[in-house]
């Protein structure tokens, strides 16, 4: 099974700051990481596939990048609607398909 | 518009049975996989399983293997998720979720609503 892990656990963010959230896998996933967003009592929703494309009606402030296996989620200019709890997940090597932690953005 | 549909809410007791429902519409039910994926109580998301609707091919996290049945019918475009003895900790939300390509696991793009499951005694 792939660990993925997320960091930090909480993030305290000021509007129209940016916001950069990490996401470690435990071995190689290459490019099948994506990036969800979920608000309280809602289903979650697709941000980024493949890493870095942006899933349709996606925001361009928001944006996918990876290092070896090192992925990131920056958001640009947090906007209101953006405080949210943040998943990565790997679909590289499965069953089972993992899920990180989970990252709470959180008003600063 | 392409969509997943969850039945209601439900409240067992333990010891017993559920089955509960995710119905797809809006695209070609049979060739994308569908995920079923568990969030309990202020707690992250876990994948359960997986199914291919067009020939039932299930998939099954170890963890929720033997815990569980998952199955499909593409006649009426529906994907179960089964338990034959509840616990009080199966208690959760449970998603259900399509990926986005045609007969690749990939990332999920559409989501179901929910079905928020209580089990108490």
């Known amino acids: 099974e792939i660990v993925m892990t997320q960091s930090p656990a909480t993030l305290s963010v000021s509007p129209g700051d940016r916001a950069t959230l990490s996401c470690r896998a435990g071995q190689s996933v290459r490019s099948n990481l994506a990036w969800f967003q979920q608000k309280p009592g809602q289903a979650p929703r697709l941000l980024i596939y493949a890493s870095s494309t942006r899933a349709t009606g996606i925001p361009a402030r928001f944006s996918g990048s990876v290092s070896g296996t090192d992925f990131t989620l920056t958001i640009s200019s947090l906007q209101s609607e953006d405080f949210a709890i943040y998943y990565c997940q790997q679909y590289n090597d499965w069953p089972p398909l993992t899920f990180g932690g989970g990252t709470k953005v959180e008003i600063k | 518009e392409v969509q997943l549909v969850q039945s209601g809410a439900e409240v067992k007791k333990p010891g017993e049975s559920l089955k509960i429902s995710c119905k797809g519409s809006?695209?070609?039910?049979?060739?994308?996989?569908i995920g079923w994926v568990r969030q309990m109580p202020g707690k992250g998301l876990e994948s359960m399983g997986i199914?291919?609707?067009?020939?039932?091919?299930?998939r099954y996290s170890p963890s929720f293997q033997g815990q569980v049945t998952i199955s499909a019918d593409k006649s009426i475009t529906t994907a179960y998720l089964q338990w034959s003895s509840l616990k009080a900790s199966d208690t959760a939300i449970y998603y259900c979720a399509r990926t986005m390509t045609p007969e690749l696991v990939d990332a999920f793009d559409i989501w179901g609503q929910g079905t928020m499951v209580t089990v108490s005694s």
């Open positions: 199914i291919y609707p067009g020939d039932s091919d299930t």
């Open positions: 809006g695209y070609s039910f049979s060739n994308h996989w």
